[in-house]
């Protein structure tokens, strides 16, 4: 290897070692704006209010003194599909008891209709909210599925992110429901 080779090897080398040490330098000065934010489990619930599918509004306020899951969803979002039956059935299974469910739609209004195809198609029974994108910044979902449970007293409670089974969702239901 010639000596021209080996200097320029050992400059792309000590530009590589450089370009690495700015984008650390970067990432720590920026840090708190990188890390992904969600509403903390103890925190008051965002208020919202949004419109349901069958075109009534529903209020935060409305689930006061009662348990309440919302699960932030999109027709698109394949695990968000794959998890909504199983939280129907767990909606079945807790509503006698009066916990509330509402899967929030994030797409905007405009696409009702493919809501409503998706619904009638999987024969979900538990409401569902439409163009909810406001409330998903309000309580700063960043991906989904994503559920919060909030307590009797809108506190949330538990924070899921991603596919979870129905056995560890209705477990984060009971403890919501003892909380107090």
């Not at 935060?60 to 309440?68: F, I, K």
């Not at 695990?79 to 008891?97: H, I, Q, V």
């Not at 979870?164 to 429901?177: P, T």
């Amino acid at each position: 290897m010639s000596a021209k080779a080996r200097w320029t090897g050992r400059g792309l080398l000590l530009g590589l070692a450089l370009l690495f040490a700015l984008n650390v330098a970067w990432i720590a000065r920026n840090w708190g704006s990188l890390r992904v934010v969600t509403t903390p489990a103890g925190t008051a619930a965002p208020d919202f209010t949004v419109q349901l599918l069958d075109g009534k509004a529903m209020h935060l306020s409305d689930a006061r003194g009662q348990v309440l899951v919302l699960a932030f969803w999109a027709t698109w979002c394949r695990p968000c599909k794959a998890e909504l039956p199983g939280l129907d059935r767990l909606y079945r299974r807790f509503a006698p008891d009066g916990t509330r469910f509402l899967a929030v739609n994030i797409e905007g209004a405009e696409l009702k209709p493919q809501v409503d195809a998706f619904v009638t198609a999987t024969g979900l029974s538990m409401p569902v909210a439409i163009a909810g994108g406001a409330i998903a910044d309000r309580y700063h979902v960043e991906t989904i599925p994503h559920l919060v449970i909030l307590d009797r007293t809108g506190t949330v409670r538990e924070v899921l992110d991603g596919v979870h089974a129905e056995s560890e969702v209705a477990l984060a239901i009971e403890a919501a429901k003892q909380a107090r």
